[in-house]
Structure formats: structure tokens, C-alpha cells
């Protein structure tokens, strides 16, 4: 809307600069300058005419211009240092995770670890438990030899014996 005035005026302010010589002397029965000229007639505006609208149009504009475009060279900034702040804000969001997958792996790897001390224990205790056993089977077989040989000779010596007792029928000479 305020470009829609500015232009209105920028334009009432050309009409004044750009009237041909024959319609510079309006007649009173003549229309306005803008009525009366034909679009297949050449407009002819003066060089300084043109100079001094370029400059008004653009000592109008370029203020506003430059503002804007250090606003957005700052917002640009703004938003390159957001950009940045979020990147280390994930970077640490990641670490924190990775952390806390550490943290459960050391914790499950201690668990683990406890378990294999617990096995390694029990697994030393078997083995004295079977190197007892086998001493002792080793022991228990020893004495049942033993006991079977002392068996044998005792069996032997009372089948020695018994041929002792047994008559024997004498020589005749």
C-alpha cells in the first residue's frame, strides 16, 4: 500500500518532467497532459529529469535497502551460530548416549565378569573334588587288591593245610 503511493507520487512528479514542448503550453480547452498524448507517440523526457528521479527513487529507497540487508546479513549470522550451538548440543546429546552405553556395557561386562569368577571357582572346586575322588577310588582299589590278594593267599594256604591233613598213604619198604 505504501509502495502504491510512493509510486503515484513518483509518477505525478514525472508527469511534470516529461511533457513534450507542444504539450507544455496547456490550452484551456486542452485535457490533461496525460489525456492528451497517444500511446503512438514518443514520450520525451529531459537526461536531468531522469537523473534527478534516479537519485530521489534511490536516496528514497536505498536506506531502507541497506537496513535490510545488514538485518539479514545479521539474521544470516544469527542463524550460522544457531546452527552451530545445535550441532554441539547433539554432539553432546551423542557423547551422553554413547556414555550411557558404555556405562551399560561396563556394568553388564562386571556382571559378566562375576558370573566367570563364579564358574572359574566352581570349576577349581570340581576339579579338587575329582582329584580327591580319583585318590580315593585310586586308594579303594588299592585296598581291595589287597584284600583280594590277602584272600587268595589265605585260600592258598588253607588248601596247603588241607593237603597237609589229608592221609597220605605210607611207603611200604
Known amino acids: 500500500m505504501m509502495f502504491s503511493r510512493r509510486c503515484r507520487s513518483w509518477r505525478a512528479n514525472f508527469k511534470d518532467f516529461s511533457l513534450t514542448p507542444q504539450d507544455s503550453r496547456p490550452t484551456e480547452d486542452s485535457q490533461p497532459a496525460e ?3 497517444s500511446i503512438e507517440e514518443p514520450i520525451v523526457v529531459d537526461r536531468k529529469a531522469i537523473e534527478k528521479l ?22 544470516n549470522q544469527n542463524q550460522v551460530i544457531l546452527l552451530d550451538t545445535l550441532d554441539q548440543e547433539v ?5 551422553c548416549n554413547s556414555l550411557l552405553d558404555l556405562n551399560s556395557l561396563f556394568t553388564e561386562a562386571k556382571f ?21 575322588l ?11 587288591q589287597k584284600e583280594a590278594m590277602e584272600k587268595e593267599q589265605q585260600r592258598q594256604k ?6 597237609q591233613l589229608i592221609a597220605k598213604p605210607a611207603k611200604r619198604t
Open 134 to 144: 580319583k585318590k580315593r577310588a585310586l586308594k579303594l582299589q588299592q585296598q581291595r
Open 54 to 75: 534516479t537519485e530521489g527513487l534511490l536516496s528514497h529507497y536505498l536506506p531502507d535497502l541497506y537496513s535490510s540487508k545488514q538485518a539479514l546479513l545479521e539474521l
Open 112 to 132: 559378566y565378569h562375576g558370573k566367570l569368577v563364579n564358574i572359574r571357582k566352581d570349576m577349581i572346586m570340581l576339579h579338587e573334588k575329582t582329584t580327591k
Open 35 to 37: 489525456k492528451s498524448v
Open 91 to 95: 554432539t553432546k546429546f551423542r557423547d
Open 158 to 163: 588253607e588248601l596247603e593245610r588241607e593237603r
